[in-house]
C-alpha cells in the first residue's frame, strides 16, 4: 500500500513516540520496565489497527474490489492529514518542552510501564488518527485475510520501530547508551515539531491523490 507506510513512519518520528521510551531507560529498573513498556505499547498501536480493520470489515472492506466509500474515506483522510501538518507547523514553536507527565516515566515500575505504554497509543490524538487511517486502509484495500495480516503487522512494527530500537538496544548495550539516548531526546525536543508537520503534509498528499486517483 502506497500510504502505509508513510502513515506508520508518522508515529515512529513523533517525539511522544520516542521521548517516554527514552525517559523509561531511566527508571529504577530500566530493562524490565522499558521492556514492558515496549510490550504495551505494541500491543496498543496492534490492537487499535485490528480495532479499525474490523470496522472497515463491517462497513464492507475486504471484498474483492474496495467498496466505493473508500476513495472518499481516503480524501477526507488526507485533507485531514494535510490541515494538521500545517498546523503543527504554525504552532511548531510551542513544542520544545517535555510535557510534566513524561517526566513521572523515569520513576515507573515494570507493570506501570505497560499499562502506560498502552494507555499513550489511545490518548494521544496523533497516534490514534493514524491507527484509525491505517485500520481502514487496510480493510478496504481489497488484501484478503494474509494479507491484511501481514499489511497490520508491517504497520506495527514500523511505527514501533522507533521505541523498540532504543529499548531492545539498551537490552543489550545497558548504561553506554545513556548519552547518545540523552542526545536523541533533546534533538527530537528541538527539531521534530516541524519534521513532524513536513511529514503529515506529504503523506496527505499522497493519501489523497490515492483518493481522487480511484474515484
Not at 107 to 131: D, E, Q, Y
Not at 146 to 152: D, I, K, N, Q, Y
Request: hydrophobic content about 60%.
Amino acid at each position: 500500500m502506497v500510504e502505509l507506510l508513510p502513515l506508520a513512519l508518522v508515529i515512529t518520528v513523533s517525539p511522544l513516540s520516542i521521548i517516554p521510551g527514552v525517559l523509561v531507560l531511566h527508571a529504577p529498573h530500566p530493562r524490565q520496565s522499558s521492556l514492558a513498556y515496549l510490550a504495551g505499547w505494541l500491543l496498543g498501536l496492534a490492537g487499535l489497527t485490528a480495532l479499525f480493520i474490523a470496522i472497515s470489515n463491517m462497513l464492507g472492506g475486504l471484498k474483492d474490489s474496495p467498496p466505493a466509500w473508500a476513495s472518499w474515506l481516503r480524501i477526507s483522510v488526507g485533507a485531514a492529514l494535510i490541515v494538521f501538518g500545517v498546523i503543527r507547523w504554525l504552532t511548531r514553536r510551542g513544542h520544545d518542552h517535555i510535557p510534566a507527565w513524561m517526566r513521572t516515566m523515569t520513576s515507573v515500575t515494570p507493570m506501570r510501564a505497560a499499562v502506560t505504554g498502552a494507555a499513550l497509543t489511545v490518548v494521544n490524538p496523533k497516534v490514534l488518527f493514524i491507527c484509525a487511517a491505517a485500520g481502514l486502509a487496510i480493510g478496504t484495500d481489497a488484501l484478503g485475510v494474509a494479507g491484511t495480516v501481514l499489511s497490520a503487522a508491517l504497520f506495527v512494527a514500523v511505527a514501533g520501530s522507533s521505541v523498540a530500537i532504543p529499548v531492545l538496544a539498551y537490552a543489550g548495550a545497558g548504561e553506554r547508551l545513556d548519552a547518545p539516548l540523552e542526545r536523541l531526546k533533546n534533538w527530537m525536543e528541538k527539531h521534530n515539531a516541524a519534521l513532524v508537520a513536513a511529514i503529515l503534509v506529504l503523506i496527505g498528499l499522497v493519501v489523497l491523490y490515492k483518493g481522487i486517483h480511484a474515484l
